[in-house]
């Protein structure tokens, strides 16, 4: 695992592929569609740096964003989506996925908060979705699997919203804890800046944890569904992460301490793989 440097409350400055709280493109993909996982991953990663880099004015930002687009379509633009564009071209993919996470992307450029569930739950059919359709499509799987992709998908990107909470708002001046959450405990974005969570945070907290564990259980027969016995194996592995790192923050508090998965909840997480893997 490489080395992070972290940023205020613990917030990872930066991220790679081996280095998310999920395996992306681990060697439980087939090596033939790994040099596909990895552009996307690339695409995806870079673009979100433009989204995040707090250097940049809005409107830049979105100019930028438009030229990914733009070269997803075939036009000029940067070589991390020219190079995907031809991974898609070349397999017959639908470019769709990665243009839904542009749209994402520019929520995040504009600045646009979450004020309620919904407002969170519509964020992340574009910012986390897209991801684990791209790899049903890549393996040829039923689209009746996305259901549970997607709730699967939403179950990670909130509890990653949830693990740098402090981080995005003091950095970014994003907030994705609803807002009307925080004004029900009569609380604002600055109470995400404590060294400890308040006792109305801690609600908040569970309550969305509780939803988690909602997601998580309609991800539930998502490995199941899936034909690709490697590709089996890593959806059980990721909801098994999934499980752990819930359980986990509901155990720690996140602006204590960056709460992450451990060498444990990854050894469980690969075991939960295995028997998917066996089962089929």
């Known amino acids: 695992m490489l080395y992070r440097r972290r940023g205020p409350k613990n917030r990872p400055v930066t991220r790679t592929r081996q280095t998310e709280n999920f395996p992306v493109g681990s060697w439980l993909i087939a090596p033939a569609h790994r040099p596909a996982v990895h552009a996307f991953y690339a695409f995806a ?3 979100d740096d433009v989204a995040d880099d707090p250097a940049r004015q809005p409107d830049a930002k979105l100019a930028s964003l438009d030229a990914f687009d ?24 639908a470019i769709d996925h990665p243009r839904h996470l542009l749209q994402a992307f520019k929520a995040d450029a504009g600045g646009r908060n979450c004020q309620s569930w919904s407002d969170l739950l519509a964020y992340c059919r574009y910012s986390a979705a897209p991801v684990g359709r791209f790899l049903l499509d890549l393996h040829g799987e039923a689209k009746e699997t996305w259901l549970a992709s997607d709730a699967l998908c939403a179950a990670l990107q909130i509890l990653n919203h949830l693990q740098d ?21 009569g609380l604002t974005e600055r109470d995400l800046l404590a060294d400890r969570l308040s006792p109305g945070l801690r609600k908040i907290y569970d309550q969305a944890l509780d939803r988690v ?8 027969g998502l490995p199941g ?3 690709d016995r490697r590709l089996r194996m890593e ?4 909801l098994a992460i999934s499980h752990r790192l819930a359980r986990r923050l509901r155990r720690l508090d996140p602006l204590a ?5 451990t060498g444990l909840d990854k050894f469980v997480a690969a075991l ?9």
């Open 165 to 185: 909470a402090a981080g995005d708002w003091l950095d970014l001046r994003r907030r994705y804890i609803p807002g009307e959450w925080l004004q029900r405990e």
């Open 272 to 280: 939960a793989g295995l028997r998917a893997g066996l089962a089929a």
């Open 213 to 220: 564990d909602q997601l998580n259980q309609q991800a539930r």
């Open 235 to 238: 959806a059980a592995a990721i």
């Open 45 to 47: 990663r870079e673009a």
């Open 70 to 93: 733009a070269a997803l379509l075939g036009g000029d633009g940067p070589q991390s989506a020219r190079a995907l564009r031809a991974v898609f071209v070349e397999r017959g993919l």
């Open 225 to 227: 569904g899936i034909r």
């Open 257 to 261: 301490a960056r709460v992450e998965p």
